[in-house]
């Protein structure tokens, strides 16, 4: 179970990744042109908050189900010190919680929005911003915080 979620959660990344980019290049346009925001605009906004909401749940069980993060709040004044414990105990949580929490009130703020400018400039501002917590919050192998796989084989 644990191996499956953590490879699914490694997965779902690239979805949260290439929505949200999807999202921010429509929003850009939409807002350069003054377009209206069109039935698939609403689509991008929604589903971008959903694949994330998707990416929360998997992270909520990898982290219940985690031995490594078992392991961390069994000792954790200890083990605090141990930066790649508390990289994924503690830093990757909060700032992809933020993360997630911002594009929840993004797009419920750009459905609320009563022109198609403020609904684009919503979602552009709030969604850039997830964007970048999410890219400095993910392990990535290049990352100078904490290094996963690109990819992890279920
Ligand atoms: C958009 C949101 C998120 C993205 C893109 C993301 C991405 C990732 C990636 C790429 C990994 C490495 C997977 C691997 O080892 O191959 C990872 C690990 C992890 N994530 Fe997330 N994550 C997100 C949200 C969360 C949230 C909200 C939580 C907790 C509630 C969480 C908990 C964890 C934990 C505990 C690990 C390490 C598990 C282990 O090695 O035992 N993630 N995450």
Redesign the pocket.
């Known amino acids: 179970m644990y191996s499956t979620v953590?490879a699914l959660?490694?997965i779902f990344?690239w979805l949260?990744l290439l929505s949200l980019c999807y999202a921010i290049y429509r929003a850009y346009k939409g807002y350069a042109s003054k377009s209206e925001f069109s039935f698939l605009d609403n689509k991008v906004r929604h589903w971008t908050a959903t694949i994330?909401h998707i990416?929360?749940t998997l992270?909520?069980l990898?982290?219940i189900k985690?031995?490594?993060?078992k392991y961390y709040f069994s000792d954790f004044r200890n083990l605090v010190a141990d930066w790649n414990l508390t990289f994924?105990g503690l830093v990757?949580?909060i700032l992809?919680?933020g993360?997630?929490v911002l594009i929840t009130i993004g797009s419920a703020k750009a459905k609320r929005k009563k022109t198609a400018r403020e609904k684009f400039r919503t979602m552009l501002v709030t969604y850039s911003i997830a964007l970048a917590l999410?890219f400095m919050a993910?392990?990535w192998p290049f990352s100078p915080l904490a290094n996963?796989?690109y990819i992890?084989a279920f």
């Open positions: 953590l959660h490694s990344r949260v994330a990416q929360l992270g909520i990898v982290y985690s031995p490594m993060i994924f990757h949580f992809m919680m993360a997630i999410i993910i392990p996963r796989p992890r």
